[in-house]
């Protein structure tokens, strides 16, 4: 299906594990984003990438490493997760040249127990 | 420093009144502003956006109006239906080269829509 798409939709792990989130998008869209979702803060950007293997850092990245090798994925990797990590993240896309509307999936929560 | 603010946590209307949702911003540079919906165990949606070259933007029961003089904007919704229950997102962009298409968002307000 067309869209964009995320796993898992949920998601345990323990303190100081490696997690990786996945996001997938169909429509070609140059940029995309990550945020994280936290009572009191609203949508926080962690990172973004405006096209293939290029990344740049939002505004809270630390503890978070993100990949592009391929248009369509930007993977979000928790190297060593801690509680302060759970949370729920949502991947956006967007197109350039047009608005700046950006296209959220569904999210995925993460515990960090 | 929070650069979108939206000051209401929450707010609770009767089924058939008008909502009124704000958004103040600070930056200057922001010109682009977008309001997003969000049910539970969903990503946000888009639902209106206003460019600061006008002052009102207008999409069915939706209407934004933006007053760039006091840096606020604010989302009408009427008449409100129960279905309108959500967290409402405000966020803006500058909408100059050199932005990365980044949004800044603030931190939500829940509208409850009482039938």
């Known amino acids: 299906d067309a869209g964009i798409t995320q796993s898992p939709r949920y998601k345990i792990t323990e303190t100081g594990r490696q997690v990786t989130l996945m996001c997938h998008q169909t429509?070609?869209?140059?940029?995309m984003f990550w945020y994280r979702q936290d009572l009191g803060h609203g949508l926080r950007l962690i990172y973004y990438?405006?096209?293939?293997?290029?990344?740049d850092k939002g505004e809270v990245p630390d503890g978070y490493v993100v990949s592009r090798s391929k248009t369509e994925n930007f993977p979000l990797t928790l190297e060593s997760a801690t509680r302060s990590q759970t949370s729920v993240y949502f991947c956006?896309?967007?197109?350039?040249?047009?608005?700046?509307?950006?296209?959220f999936g569904p999210g995925t929560r993460l515990t960090v127990t | 420093d929070q650069q979108v603010k939206q000051n209401s946590p929450s707010l609770s209307v009767q089924e058939g009144r008008i909502s009124i949702l704000n958004c103040d911003y600070t930056?200057?540079?922001?010109?682009?502003f977008l309001w997003y919906k969000k049910y539970p165990a969903e990503g946000p949606t888009f639902l209106i956006s206003?460019?600061?070259?006008?002052d009102k933007n207008e999409d069915g029961r939706f209407t934004v109006f933006l007053n760039k003089s006091a840096k606020h904007l604010s989302l009408h919704i009427v008449p409100s239906q129960p279905g309108d229950s959500a967290v409402y997102f405000c966020?803006?962009?500058?909408?100059?080269?050199?932005?990365?298409?980044?949004?800044?968002f603030g931190k939500g307000t829940l509208l409850t829509v009482n039938p």
């Open positions: 429509w070609s869209h140059s940029y």
């Open positions: 990438s405006a096209a293939a293997d290029i990344t």
């Open positions: 206003i460019s600061s070259i006008k």
């Open positions: 930056n200057s540079m922001f010109d682009y």
């Open positions: 966020a803006a962009s500058p909408n100059s080269g050199g932005s990365n298409y980044k949004l800044t």
């Open positions: 956006a896309s967007t197109p350039t040249g047009g608005s700046y509307e950006q296209y």
